[in-house]
């Protein structure tokens, strides 16, 4: 799918180095994520903290391709990455001891992707 309609040009070049990073690695996680947000913005995945804490053991990584929001609460250290966080997501989850990066910073940290847990 070409990114034709898109305009953010740090979306375009995030889904150009996951594709690459995923033949690179041999990872095929990346390529999904670069996959999924190709698509429409409006489609994208919207995963509230809830979701998280009742998903995800404590000490996990996980990835959501697309929008972590604040809604619930959150008391597991979890590492999150995502294309956007709401900052009051972004609190709950510091406060709850875990961290938040971009889906750039966890490709760099995680270049296999093979101790990610994708949700969304």
Do not use: C
Not at 6 to 18: A, G, Y
Not at 27 to 43: F, G
């Amino acid at each position: 799918m070409a990114l034709k309609n898109k305009t953010n040009p740090n979306l375009i070049r995030l889904v150009r180095e996951l594709k690459d990073q995923a033949r690179e690695e041999s990872a095929p996680i990346w390529r999904d994520v670069a996959e999924r947000l190709e698509k429409p913005s409006k489609n994208w995945a919207e995963v509230n903290l809830s979701t998280i804490q009742r998903h995800v053991k404590d000490g996990e990584t996980i990835l959501v391709p697309g929008k972590v929001l604040g809604s619930g609460y959150l008391t597991k250290r979890v590492k999150v990455g995502s294309f956007s966080i709401s900052e009051n997501a972004k609190e709950k989850i510091k406060d709850a001891g875990g961290t938040y990066m971009t889906i750039k910073e966890m490709a760099e940290k995680e270049p296999k992707g093979s101790h990610l847990r994708l949700i969304g």
